[in-house]
């Protein structure tokens, strides 16, 4: 390895592929060079254990889905099957998934920073997990390519890489995806591997976000959990179908609470955004109406992907307020507009995808105001 | 807007005895194809550049009806120029470019009815498209016709070259075909339409790339 390095180096014969190296070289082995000139650092946390640990944080709802996966698939030939067989069964619909995002996304991170000349930085490791997690498990491998080129150039690279996006890299592929596929992202058949025809009668694929929704178009005007296609708490546990990642609300929040353990993910975001779904749920439940309105405002939390995208892509550090006070107002109006857009849009079942990129957008705007109130009151302390 | 009257005002004094396609007059016509690209530089014109570009058809019939509307508005407001009063000029403009889309239209209408029904009401709209304006304003208020007419040629030639690559782009990867030709299909190849690109997002994020590309080859830097 040492005896590789200075070809590496500038001026030596690969010198080209600096970016390449080191990066292989910092994630294989520890790097022996330290800071030159006065120590600064503060705590051995860099980006590559910062995001390893939110990887480790998925582990449970990834191992999770691909169990769900064949367990759904079983399910709807009507057969029964191990646990192993079950999760053999996700881990081939799961595997290609992943490794297509990682292939592709980072071949374009290298080229871009070999290009550009920077170091590769770790932010697709997190990134490159979440895509899969988020799509159906039916997914053909070509949409997964696209929409990960997609997701990393025009999403991150565009705006100058890691650190500088906008907007969630894993959901700008997601909502990609939505809007050039839709027959591939929505409908009832795309949620439970293995084709159709092989349903046994009576067994429904469809998510309880399009159960209820048909419910409440369909005349409806009270809630009843038997128009769900499953119950509260197989919603909560997870053996639902859905996209890989999302289904079991509760290894989201195993996920969350190591997430904030661990100090990355913000509680205050995840805490607020179930905070905010839940009183608009409340409102909802007031207002009344049809079916969905008068749904009651937990069902909220736990059906569709509204747990893992508060924990995994809310918390995002590069696309959350940075602002205390920020993180709080950030993580309610997505609560607040994840179940605002379910209710009220008929296009879109699913409401939390896009309500955190929406605020991911105006996050800015908020540390903005934050930073400009605050700046306000101490100046009033301070002249008063 | 202030900025490219200042410029405008330079290229004025045009000599008698200029050769119709001085090497200035060729300036006329190249720089808006590529380093003042209306659309791309200037960034006027967007909203027609993302409604009409879903297919390639209605995209080039649109762009004649600009490049029509363009270079005989520019000529007429040239030839017009000394004896507009200054402060009633924009109406005056507008009523020439207003009579003009009406005669555009009207010959849509009567030849090409179903693109015409496609453009919709993006025809009458190109009396608002700001480039038009802003030639007339800009250039034809302080040209001769000659260099006004080469000067909106350019400009409408600009704004065709970035709808075209754009709506070329939009129908092949959206609708997966050309002026309506199917071509994946003739070729065997099973392909999904991309909806992303149908829809106007398509045409933003596809005219952003454009940016990004002519930027990188010109060697634009945004300004501190």
């Known amino acids: ?384 | 807007m202030s900025t490219e009257t200042l410029q405008a005002e330079k290229v004025s004094e045009v000599k008698v005895s200029e050769p119709l396609f001085s090497k200035k007059n060729r300036k006329l016509i190249s720089n808006p194809l590529d380093i003042d690209n209306p659309i791309t530089v200037q960034v006027l014109g967007i909203c027609s550049a993302l409604a009409v570009t879903i297919k390639l058809e209605p995209t080039v019939v649109m762009c004649a009806a600009v490049f029509a509307v363009m270079t005989l508005s520019s000529t007429v407001i040239s030839m017009m120029r000394n004896s507009i009063p200054n402060r009633i000029r924009i109406i005056v403009q507008l009523a020439v470019v207003a009579s003009l889309v009406a005669i555009v239209d009207q010959i849509l209408q009567a030849y090409a009815y179903d693109v015409s029904k496609q453009l919709s009401v993006f025809v009458g709209l190109i009396i608002t498209n700001c480039i038009v304006m802003g030639r007339l304003e800009a250039f034809a208020l302080g040209n001769k016709p000659w260099p006004s007419f080469l000067d909106a040629a350019g400009n409408a030639l600009g704004y065709a070259a970035i709808l075209i690559i754009v709506a070329f782009f939009r129908e092949l990867l959206g609708s997966g075909s050309i002026f309506n030709f199917k071509v994946f299909a003739a070729m065997g190849v099973d392909y999904v339409g991309n909806g992303v690109l149908t829809n106007t997002a398509g045409a933003c994020i596809i005219l952003g790339l454009l940016v990004w590309a002519q930027r990188a080859r010109n060697g634009y830097a945004e300004e501190e």
């Open chain 1, 1 to 384: 390895m040492d005896k590789l390095k200075p070809h590496f180096h500038k001026g030596g014969k690969f010198s080209f592929l600096h970016s390449t190296f080191d990066a292989f070289e910092t994630f294989l082995f520890v790097p022996n060079h330290t800071t030159r000139v006065g120590s600064h650092i503060r705590d051995g946390i860099d980006l590559k254990r910062t995001m390893f640990m939110v990887v480790i944080a998925m582990m449970p709802v990834l191992l999770f889905g691909m169990w769900n996966v064949g367990y759904q698939y079983h399910l709807s030939i009507g057969e029964t099957a191990s646990i192993l067989d079950n999760f053999l069964y996700g881990l081939m619909k799961a595997l290609p998934v992943i490794v297509v995002s990682y292939t592709v996304g980072l071949g374009i991170e290298f080229a871009f920073a070999q290009i550009k000349g920077h170091m590769v930085n770790e932010g697709f490791l997190v990134s490159g997990l979440l895509i899969p997690l988020c799509l159906p498990p039916e997914i053909p491998l070509w949409m997964v390519a696209v929409a990960t080129a997609f997701a990393v150039i025009v999403g991150k690279e565009v705006f100058g890489g890691t650190g500088m996006n906008v907007l969630n890299p894993a959901l700008t592929a997601r909502v990609f995806l939505y809007f050039a596929y839709p027959g591939a992202m929505s409908g009832d058949e795309v949620w439970v591997a293995g084709s159709p025809e092989k349903w046994v009668d009576g067994f429904s694929g469809a998510t309880n976000l399009a159960q209820v929704y048909n419910q409440s178009t369909g005349g409806a005007t009270h809630f009843d959990p038997s128009m769900l296609s499953a119950s509260a708490w197989d919603s909560f546990m997870g053996w639902i179908p859905g996209s890989l990642g999302e289904t079991s609300t509760l290894l989201c929040l195993v996920g969350a609470l190591f997430l904030i353990a661990s100090g990355i993910g913000s509680w205050k975001i995840i805490v607020s955004t179930f905070v905010g779904g839940y009183v608009m749920g409340a409102i909802l439940n007031m207002a009344g109406g049809n079916a969905y309105f008068d749904m009651p405002a937990y069902y909220h939390l736990i059906i569709g992907g509204f747990a893992f995208g508060a924990v995994y892509m809310a918390t995002d550090p590069v696309t959350a307020s940075q602002t205390e006070t920020g993180k709080w107002i950030y993580g309610f109006l997505i609560g607040v507009l994840t179940v605002m857009i379910r209710v009220f849009n008929p296009a879109y079942p699913e409401g939390i995808m896009m309500a955190i990129l929406l605020m991911n957008v105006f996050a800015p705007l908020i540390d903005s105001y934050v930073i400009q109130a605050n700046i306000k009151r101490r100046l009033r302390r301070v002249t008063a």
